[in-house]
């Protein structure tokens, strides 16, 4: 599964994403008079009346809506193509479809007075976004856990004195004052959370979680969780942002606050597709979430670029969907990547994409080829720390890209703990616990933060939450050495300072007590 803390979901002093839409609760819909006059008949290369082409793999498109074009209008088109709607997101204007039609893009493009963009989400057939921690899961043992509540002081869990991270932000101090309102919850956008685990339970939501797998929200009870075989990482994530303070395992950042689990990830492959994703946005946007965590990249590209006609409709799908989930109140966070990749430069090469497919080497600008969700507009991109405070061996970076850091893991850097792990210690699904490192790990103790923020600033707006995020992390200077891969200290001269922001750590590594305070 393709590592997560390498993508960017990345926010201000970037390139904005076109959104398309100037929307407000919804589209803006002509009259039916007016309304009539897009080109519905002959699709372009088809002639009128012939039926459409189904000799191609059945693929999952996005199809974006021009600012007056009505989604019934949109959804005939469609089907004249040779597609089916799938659902159509009216709010933004929308529409996924899944179609046997080799030009089925090429067709709806053709018809400029209903489409802005069209594009496939994948470039194998339908069957199977990422995650991203940095290496394997490391489960606690019994004996260590043991170790753990031994050394543990009055007031702390049974397994806090391992949690090195909710010191380094202070997150312990913050609980001694508020320790977030059950008003507040965070989305765990993600590959689906145990609701069943004991740390997890109290603080879940049930009512704001969901299956968007398809694009399609499915709320059957259940339906959140991680596949029997599926990845264990959303309910990792969702331990460290609220795992409950009653006595057991571990403790979150906002162990007051609400959790819920919007499943994205793909049976099988655990991979991240466009459909879901922006189902995701728009699930959290309808069930009044605050924040939502996204420690994964949208598959199959790790970098979308504007001048991929398929690659385009993808950042215009999701941006729509992040921007309103934004509008509607929601603040959306995410991990960087665990590639190392200097986000801010001109040229990386990506070996990886597509990851549903044949993988082919490429050299891309991070500028004009976006990591999403990191890069998208109003998102807090997030790097990741060790116990040292060091920028971990793993993470990406990028002057004006990561907005802040937060405790990511990094083997290199040992705390003084039972454990002596230098990873992250949460919740895993079936009660158990365990270490894991990456961004993807980083961006939940943001969330946590923000959760606390939110609790403290109950009608604090996204951007009012980003920007006391930013004035309230502890400034951190780009340090002389950081660990490499081989855990070797190595002069750290790629890491840049200007306009009171690293390209490290961004304005500065999250602080819960200020957020509190």
């Given at each position: 599964m393709a590592q997560l803390g390498s993508r960017s979901p990345k926010r201000h002093g970037r390139l904005a994403v076109p959104v398309g839409l100037a929307l407000t609760a919804s589209l803006a819909f002509l009259s039916p008079v007016a309304a009539s006059a897009a080109p519905l008949g002959t699709t372009a290369g088809a002639a009128a009346g012939a039926r459409p082409d189904t000799s191609g793999p059945e693929l999952s498109y996005v199809a974006n809506l021009?600012?007056?074009?009505?989604?019934?209008?949109?959804?005939?088109?469609?089907?004249?193509?040779?597609?089916?709607?799938?659902?159509?997101?009216?709010?933004?204007?929308?529409v996924v479809a899944h179609s046997r039609n080799p030009?089925?893009?090429?067709?709806?493009?053709?018809?400029?007075?209903?489409?802005?963009?069209?594009?496939?989400?994948?470039t194998a057939p339908l069957k199977t976004v990422q995650t991203t921690e940095e290496g394997t899961t490391q489960r606690l043992s019994a004996a260590d856990a043991a170790k753990a509540a031994a050394s543990a002081q009055p007031g702390q869990e049974?397994?806090?004195?391992?949690?090195?991270?909710?010191?380094?932000?202070k997150a312990d101090q913050a609980q001694a004052l508020n320790a977030g309102s059950p008003d507040v919850t965070v989305g765990v956008i993600d590959t689906g959370v145990d609701d069943t685990h004991p740390d997890l339970a109290p603080n879940f939501s049930k009512s704001q979680s969901a299956n968007c797998v398809g694009g399609v929200a499915d709320t059957?009870?259940?339906?959140?969780?991680?596949?029997?075989?599926?990845?264990?990482?959303?309910?990792?994530?969702?331990?460290?942002?609220?795992?409950?303070?009653?006595?057991?395992?571990?403790?979150?950042?906002?162990?007051?606050?609400?959790?819920?689990?919007?499943?994205?990830?793909?049976p099988g492959t655990s991979l991240f597709y466009t459909e879901a994703v922006v189902c995701g946005f728009v699930f959290a946007a309808e069930k009044g979430i605050e924040v939502t965590n996204n420690s994964y990249y949208v598959d199959p590209w790790y970098f979308n670029?504007?001048?991929?006609?398929?690659?385009?409709?993808?950042?215009?799908?999701?941006?729509?969907?992040?921007?309103?989930?934004?509008?509607?109140?929601?603040?959306?966070?995410?991990?960087?990547?665990?590639?190392?990749?200097?986000?801010?430069?001109?040229?990386?090469?990506?070996?990886?994409?597509?990851?549903?497919?044949?993988?082919?080497?490429?050299?891309?600008?991070?500028?004009?080829?976006?990591?999403?969700?990191?890069?998208?507009?109003?998102?807090?991109?997030?790097?990741?720390?060790?116990?040292?405070?060091?920028?971990?061996?793993?993470?990406?970076?990028?002057l004006g890209v990561i907005d802040v850091a937060a405790p990511g893991g990094d083997k290199w850097q040992v705390p003084d703990t039972p454990d002596a792990n230098g990873r992250v210690l949460s919740?895993?699904?079936g009660g158990g616990?365990?270490?894991?490192?990456?961004?993807?790990?980083?961006?939940?103790?943001?969330?946590?933060?923000?959760?606390?923020?939110?609790?403290?600033?109950p009608t604090a707006t996204p951007s009012q939450l980003q920007a006391m995020l930013k004035a309230q992390a502890t400034k951190t200077a780009c340090p002389e050495k950081i660990y490499d891969a081989t855990g070797t200290l190595v002069d750290a001269g790629t890491c840049q300072a200007k306009w009171g922001q690293t390209g490290y750590y961004g304005y500065g590594v999250v602080d819960a007590l200020k957020a509190v305070k």
């Open positions: 021009n600012t007056y074009a009505t989604v019934t209008a949109a959804q005939k088109a469609v089907e004249r193509a040779g597609g089916t709607v799938v659902t159509s997101y009216e709010q933004i204007g929308v030009d089925f893009a090429k067709q709806l493009r053709a018809q400029r007075g209903l489409f802005v963009s069209v594009g496939a989400t994948r049974p397994l806090e004195p391992n949690q090195w991270d909710l010191r380094a932000i059957t009870d259940g339906a959140w969780r991680p596949y029997p075989d599926g990845s264990d990482h959303g309910t990792h994530v969702a331990g460290t942002i609220a795992a409950a303070r009653n006595g057991i395992g571990v403790s979150g950042v906002a162990p007051g606050a609400k959790v819920a689990a919007i499943k994205v990830s793909e670029c504007k001048s991929d006609d398929d690659q385009k409709a993808l950042v215009e799908a999701l941006g729509r969907a992040a921007k309103y989930a934004e509008r509607k109140g929601v603040l959306n966070v995410a991990s960087a990547g665990n590639e190392n990749w200097d986000l801010a430069s001109h040229s990386i090469t990506d070996t990886t994409s597509p990851d549903d497919g044949t993988p082919a080497p490429r050299t891309i600008d991070p500028h004009d080829c976006l990591d999403l969700p990191t890069q998208l507009p109003g998102v807090v991109s997030v790097s990741a720390t060790g116990d040292k405070g060091l920028r971990s061996y793993y993470s990406s970076y990028g919740t895993l699904p616990y365990g270490y894991k490192q990456g961004t993807s790990m980083a961006g939940p103790h943001v969330a946590g933060v923000a959760a606390l923020l939110k609790s403290a600033h």
